[in-house]
């Protein structure tokens, strides 16, 4: 096992953590500038305007990708599987 291969190993398991908290990440994001901005243009400053919509949309987003993050995990979990034998030399 050589040095390159441990980063490289690393480098796909970031990126894999990247591309499925990216979709999540994303919607997040886009509904909290949306309700900050009905905020500011009602002056309504409730606490929980701001989490509930995000609790919901994150939750409806994992629905939805479900199958595709786990397409996608039991790639890299398939190809890190199957590169055990040059992890033990």
Avoid: C, H
Avoid at 11 to 24: H, V
Avoid at 63 to 86: E, G, H, K
């Amino acid at each position: 096992m050589t040095e390159g291969y441990i980063v490289t190993l690393g480098q796909n398991a970031l990126y894999t953590a990247l591309l499925i908290s990216a979709p999540l990440l994303g919607i997040s994001l886009i509904i909290g500038l949306v309700v900050g901005i009905f905020q500011a243009t009602t002056q309504l400053q409730d606490q929980t305007l701001s989490f509930v919509p995000k609790i919901i949309a994150v939750l409806v987003t994992v629905v939805l990708l479900a199958p595709w993050m786990m397409r996608v995990m039991d790639s890299f979990t398939q190809n890190l599987y199957l590169s055990i034998q040059y992890l033990t030399r």
